[in-house]
């Protein structure tokens, strides 16, 4: 029995607004930001800061040497937190994504399993838009949790199979502080998101209880949070709390969060991981202002290697990546080592540590 499985985690993958615009069927570009009007000014200010590139680009191009990595991983889950629609009904806030629906092969080329969709993008084209999101989505065959047509739908777990015994369950949840609004939280007549009302004890329970309808032995239990401001890398007592709750009372084998648009620390708890913030995967930032001591263009691919027998993990491997010309590629030695001091720095209160495994792959410790 293959007693091993390997995940692909990442964080935000936009594949909206400047992403959108490199494909071969760019959406209206109309945008109703403060920043920019028209989101091709997200395209020519990545071009200004590292220089033209041909367009439109195929679908492979957006994944750069991302997609050979992913390919190592037998279950590969992010966070998409795009609208893919036509709808030109947005939401009223201040920034809104979408990507053209015939824009999809840029998911199925990666071989997405699951796009976990709780989070504060994926209605901002109103309901007609997150409609088509999960029409499109389902039509390409990519499964998707964290919203639906109602709250039973919404807190309903991708269900991943892969060969041999077990399963990937992945429970998408959503909390206000990363900018969801409490309007969009499903109910028993609305569609909308697994928005959590607190990250009480209750909640976690109630959690619990929805793992177990679904959970069998050998399964592995991943709750996927958007959770947490953009900027910062201070972990709040409540989200480590909760993170702990998931692990002893709900039987969560990973916890995988995001919002954050730079990697945060790493915990390892009664031999779970704690991916506290994955840091943006895909964005169009490049060129943008403000926030730049945070280098939100660099990030990690996690690959998460889990004991199906006991729920342990057996290893955690990093890869360094860069946004270039609105491309992922692996970080060139500065950026590397630059990401390398960061992550140990904020691991240091969780008692982890990352070590050069080869050039480019980096390899969590832990007491």
Not at 306 to 325: F, M, Q, W
């Amino acid at each position: 029995m293959e007693q091993e499985i390997t995940l692909f985690l990442c964080g935000d993958v936009m594949t909206g607004r400047g992403i959108d615009q490199i494909m071969n069927h760019p959406s209206n570009p109309i945008l109703y930001e403060s920043y920019v009007k028209n989101a091709k000014e997200y395209v020519s200010m990545a071009e200004r800061t590292n220089g033209y590139f041909e367009k439109p680009v195929d679908y492979e191009y957006i994944w750069g040497d991302a997609l050979n990595s992913m390919k190592e991983a037998d279950i590969r889950i992010i966070n998409l937190e795009t609208s893919i629609t036509q709808s030109n009904t947005n939401a009223d806030k201040g920034i809104n994504y979408r990507m053209h629906p015939e824009n999809i092969p840029c998911l199925t080329v990666a071989k997405i399993d699951c796009c976990v969709l709780a989070n504060n993008h994926v209605l901002d084209w109103g309901q007609e838009g997150l409609l088509e999101t999960l029409n499109t989505l389902k039509e390409a065959g990519i499964d998707y949790c964290g919203v639906g047509l109602n709250i039973d739908q919404a807190k309903a777990p991708c269900i991943l199979r892969r060969r041999g015994n077990g399963r990937v369950l992945v429970f998408s949840l959503g909390l206000n502080s990363s900018g969801i609004p409490h309007s969009w939280k499903a109910t028993k007549s609305k569609p909308g998101v697994n928005l959590l009302d607190s990250l009480s004890i209750e909640t976690v329970k109630n959690i619990g209880r929805e793992i177990a309808q679904y959970k069998q032995p050998y399964d592995v239990v991943v709750a996927s949070i958007h959770w947490g401001s953009n900027w910062g890398y201070a972990i709040p007592d409540a989200h480590r709390d909760f993170a702990h709750s998931l692990i002893e009372l709900a039987e969560v084998n990973i916890v995988h969060g995001h919002s954050s648009h730079h990697p945060l620390g790493i915990e390892i708890y009664k031999n779970k991981p704690i991916i506290y913030g994955c840091g943006d995967f895909i964005n169009d930032y490049e060129g943008i202002r403000g926030h730049e001591s945070y280098k939100a263009n660099l990030g990690f691919m996690y690959f998460v290697t889990i004991d199906t027998a006991n729920g342990h993990l057996v290893s955690l491997r990093l890869v360094p990546t860069e946004i270039k010309k609105l491309q992922i590629g692996y970080a060139n030695k500065k950026n590397r080592h630059w990401l390398h001091q960061i992550s140990n720095r904020e691991g240091e209160q969780f008692g982890t540590k990352i070590l050069w495994k080869d050039k480019r792959t980096l390899e969590l410790t832990w007491n």
